[in-house]
């Protein structure tokens, strides 16, 4: 079984940052891409960002980028999302996600967890 268990999320102020891990166990041998994506309350769940797992590659939202770093541990099957400059518009469930390719669409992600809850007070 593959399974990811996201981690790191909880309340905090605007302006502030916050680290969210996601660890992978299982199968994952033909896993190329991990991403992040997000669902706020009444929206539909939309792109964060994206790294290739092999090299390293990284893709962001447009409307995030330069406020968010994502990255991998290959050792530990861990990828982790840095945010920083939070707005309490980033409030959502942030869901870590595992595909076959490399994509920022949702429908290419087979697995997924259970997400973790951001919530940014002004």
């Known amino acids: 079984q593959v399974q990811l268990v996201e981690s790191g999320g909880g309340l905090v102020q605007a302006g502030g940052s916050l680290r969210l891990s996601c660890a992978a166990s299982?199968?994952?041998?033909?896993?190329?891409?991990m991403g992040w994506f997000r669902q706020a309350p009444g929206k539909e769940r939309e792109f964060v960002a994206a790294?290739?797992?092999?090299?390293?590659?990284?893709s962001y939202a447009a409307s995030l980028k330069g406020r968010l770093t994502i990255s991998r541990d290959n050792a530990k099957n861990t990828v982790y999302l840095q945010m920083n400059s939070l707005k309490p518009e980033d409030t959502a469930v942030y869901y870590c996600?595992?595909?076959?390719?490399?994509?920022?669409?949702?429908?290419?992600?087979?697995?997924w967890g259970q997400g973790t809850q951001v919530t940014v007070s002004s």
């Open positions: 996600a595992a595909g076959t390719s490399y994509s920022t669409i949702e429908a290419d992600y087979a697995y």
């Open positions: 299982g199968r994952t041998l033909s896993w190329y891409t």
């Open positions: 790294i290739n797992w092999s090299r390293g590659s990284t």
